[in-house]
């Protein structure tokens, strides 16, 4: 199973992966995704093992190092063709599973749509093939770690783009009148994202034992987000890690719409977003996201289940 990106990517691809366990329960299930995620591949139950397999941005690795018989089956969780198609024929599995491209004609897959929803996505590929799979099926385990800002508001200010980056200074905004009605508010950070936390830190106030830079591990992160009041962040992978967690999230969305990323519906997720849609690969926050204030958040914090905000705070 080829899905070689972020966190993200393969929280929304879990209940796919889930569908392959159930389909498959004889056979082992060898995930081809990044090394540093192998312990939220274990986490969902569904993978037996990991094989490194990354590359810069969301391009396609250009060998997998793959050493054992060919595989009875292979599945592409990763694109749409034809490089990762490639990749997986390289290996001479029986049978491959992907979407339809022009370039790879002798693969018969189902069409892909590009503005379909990505946990949709790729279950509709494996009933494409006989497979059932529940978009839905996509919780994971409460960690057994105990959470180290137990009931905080955790603010995530970065994301793989700039333009899919809320500006510091409205998450700081947003931060005071938290803490001003009394709640702890925690933020965080990628491995890379250090300069983004401290500017926030700074300029929010915050204590150092509220600030979780350098990139938590996987296991003190998902114990965090799990205990969290809610969390506020941009369309990255710690708002599917709180999914994930049945945790509350206000998540601020642009470039790219909530129908193609976002939530399910249920009241504990409030997506934020305004349009139009731009480059998610852009080198500035994007327009859309911009649109976001921080009384719009304080006000969706204010809506979800227990929220106990007012429904608008002042701020500058």
Same mark, same amino acid.
């Given at each position: 199973?080829?899905?070689?990106?972020?966190?993200?990517?393969?929280?929304? $691809?879990?209940?796919?992966?889930?569908?392959?366990?159930?389909?498959?329960? $004889?056979?082992?299930?060898?995930?081809?995704?990044?090394?540093?995620?192998?312990? @939220?591949?274990?986490?969902?139950?569904?993978?037996?093992?990991?094989?490194?397999?990354?590359?810069? $941005?969301?391009? @396609?690795?250009?060998?997998?190092?793959?050493?054992?018989?060919?595989?009875?089956?292979?599945?592409?969780?990763?694109?749409?063709?034809?490089?990762?198609?490639?990749?997986?024929?390289?290996?001479?599995?029986?049978?491959?599973? !992907?979407?339809?491209?022009?370039?790879?004609?002798?693969?018969?897959?189902?069409?892909?749509?590009?503005?379909?929803?990505?946990?949709?996505?790729?279950?509709?590929?494996?009933?494409?093939?006989?497979?059932?799979?529940?978009?839905?099926?996509?919780?994971?385990?409460?960690?057994?770690?105990?959470?180290?800002?137990?009931?905080? @508001?955790?603010?995530?200010?970065?994301?793989?783009?700039? !333009?899919?980056?809320?500006?510091?200074?409205?998450?700081?905004t947003v931060a005071g009148v938290l803490r001003g009605r009394g709640l702890r508010v925690v933020v965080t950070g990628g491995a890379d994202e250090d300069d983004l936390v401290a500017r926030l830190a700074k300029e929010a106030r915050l204590p150092d034992t509220d600030v979780f830079a350098g990139g938590l591990p996987f296991g003190r992160l998902s114990a965090l987000v799990a205990g969290a009041r809610a969390v506020v962040s941009g369309d990255t992978g710690i708002a599917h890690l709180a999914v994930a967690h049945a945790t509350a999230t206000v998540t601020l969305f642009g470039p790219v719409p909530p129908t193609r990323w976002g939530p399910p519906a249920h009241?504990?997720?409030?997506?934020?977003?305004?349009?139009?849609?731009?480059?998610?690969?852009?080198?500035?926050?994007?327009?859309?996201?911009?649109?976001?204030?921080?009384?719009? @958040?304080?006000? !969706?914090?204010?809506?979800?289940?227990?929220?106990?905000?007012?429904?608008?705070?002042?701020?500058?």
């Amino acid at each position: 199973m080829l899905r070689a990106l972020g966190l993200g990517d393969l929280l929304a $691809g879990v209940p796919a992966l889930r569908a392959l366990r159930r389909g498959f329960p $004889g056979h082992e299930l060898v995930l081809a995704a990044p090394a540093g995620l192998a312990p @939220v591949a274990g986490a969902t139950g569904a993978v037996d093992r990991v094989l490194p397999a990354s590359a810069p $941005g969301r391009t @396609v690795p250009r060998a997998l190092d793959w050493t054992g018989p060919p595989p009875d089956v292979a599945v592409d969780l990763h694109g749409n063709g034809p490089p990762s198609h490639r990749l997986l024929q390289d290996l001479r599995p029986l049978r491959l599973l !992907a979407f339809a491209h022009p370039g790879t004609p002798e693969i018969e897959g189902p069409p892909w749509y590009a503005d379909e929803h990505e946990r949709d996505r790729w279950c509709r590929l494996l009933r494409s093939y006989g497979i059932d799979a529940d978009p839905t099926d996509l919780l994971l385990p409460r960690p057994a770690a105990a959470s180290p800002a137990p009931g905080a @508001v955790v603010l995530h200010p970065g994301a793989g783009a700039p !333009a899919r980056r809320w500006p510091v200074e409205r998450y700081a905004t947003v931060a005071g009148v938290l803490r001003g009605r009394g709640l702890r508010v925690v933020v965080t950070g990628g491995a890379d994202e250090d300069d983004l936390v401290a500017r926030l830190a700074k300029e929010a106030r915050l204590p150092d034992t509220d600030v979780f830079a350098g990139g938590l591990p996987f296991g003190r992160l998902s114990a965090l987000v799990a205990g969290a009041r809610a969390v506020v962040s941009g369309d990255t992978g710690i708002a599917h890690l709180a999914v994930a967690h049945a945790t509350a999230t206000v998540t601020l969305f642009g470039p790219v719409p909530p129908t193609r990323w976002g939530p399910p519906a249920h009241p504990r997720h409030i997506p934020l977003w305004h349009g139009p849609e731009g480059d998610p690969h852009g080198h500035h926050p994007d327009p859309a996201l911009l649109r976001i204030t921080p009384d719009e @958040v304080l006000h !969706a914090l204010g809506r979800l289940p227990g929220g106990r905000l007012p429904e608008r705070a002042i701020t500058p």
